[in-house]
């Protein structure tokens, strides 16, 4: 089920269209890169309670593969957060303390709770489905920043293919760690959080 990685024509193109207004609306592309370092942030302290979890079961080719998720996610946010600098000479600021699409998601309770309540294969899926989400994104900046003509920056272009690539590798992962079963199970509670991010096309 893997071939299926970037087949939503809808989202391909709200993606794109989204990536096309840009550079009309410089303010709305800084916004999204600070909340994509914060994200990248998050998704560390969170993969690596995931990565615990596959421990402490045992399991320690999964947790060795999280583990490198992990490594990859502190990376992003240090990449992040260096454009972030380079672009808009400043640091980025941490607006909000909640996640709007694991709070969504999650619902009533916090995360290390959702992470004893769901099976492992259900928490691969909802890591998946977390991961695949942003690829559309990423996609369409790498797309349009591919001849470096809509934005004027090189190291946009250079700074998310190196994300990409590495999402791409984290979506095999989490695909590898969950069947297609528990990837549909777990859409409804993804489709609740990418509804919050405005990532439905």
Request: hydrophobic letters at 40%; glycine letters at 4%; one cysteine or more.
């Amino acid at each position: 089920h893997l071939m299926n990685i970037l087949s939503n024509q809808a989202m391909k193109n709200e993606s794109f269209e989204w990536a096309a207004q840009v550079p009309e609306a410089p303010e709305k592309f800084r916004d999204w890169l600070g909340h994509q370092v914060f994200a990248e942030q998050d998704a560390v302290s969170r993969i690596a309670m995931l990565k615990a979890e596959y421990q402490a079961f045992g399991l320690f080719t999964e947790a060795h593969l999280l583990g490198s998720v992990v490594t990859d996610e502190s990376n992003h946010y240090n990449w992040l957060k260096g454009l972030y600098r380079q672009l808009y000479k400043v640091e980025p600021v941490k607006h909000e303390t909640k996640s709007r699409y694991w709070d969504e998601v999650v619902k009533n309770s916090d995360f290390s709770q959702f992470i004893e309540d769901n099976s492992l294969g259900d928490l691969a899926a909802y890591g998946f489905h977390a991961e695949e989400m942003r690829l559309y994104r990423l996609w369409a900046i790498c797309e349009l920043t591919k001849n470096k003509g809509l934005y004027e920056h090189a190291t946009i272009n250079d700074t998310f293919t190196k994300v990409y690539c590495d999402e791409l590798h984290h979506v095999a992962i989490f695909a590898s760690m969950t069947t297609p079963y528990a990837i549909e199970k777990t859409r409804k509670d993804h489709a609740r959080g990418a509804d919050a991010l405005g990532l439905t096309p």
